[in-house]
């Protein structure tokens, strides 16, 4: 039981910088949508970007594990 709970302990302190970056990316993405709301193209790809990024992070995750 004891070495279960470390490992919660350091996925915690892990994750926690990894929710920031995420809140600032996606407080910048919207930011960028609202500018960009005129030209549709450019948002789609943004949004593109955005998924490529996410499916990143998670392989990343993963391997850390």
Same mark, same amino acid.
């Given at each position: %039981? ?8 350091? +996925? ?7 929710? @920031? &970056? @995420? ?6 993405? =919207?930011? +960028? !949508?609202?500018?960009? &709301? &005129? ?11 955005? %998924? !490529? +990024? =996410? ?5 990343? #995750?993963? @391997? #850390?594990?």
């Amino acid at each position: %039981i004891l070495p279960a709970v470390s490992k919660q302990k350091k +996925k915690h302190t892990k994750s926690v910088p990894h929710e @920031r &970056e @995420r809140k600032k990316l996606t407080e910048t993405n =919207k930011k +960028k !949508q609202q500018q960009q &709301e &005129e030209e549709q193209s450019q948002v789609k790809t943004e949004k593109g970007n955005a %998924i !490529q +990024k =996410k499916s990143e992070e998670e392989n990343t #995750d993963l @391997r #850390d594990l």
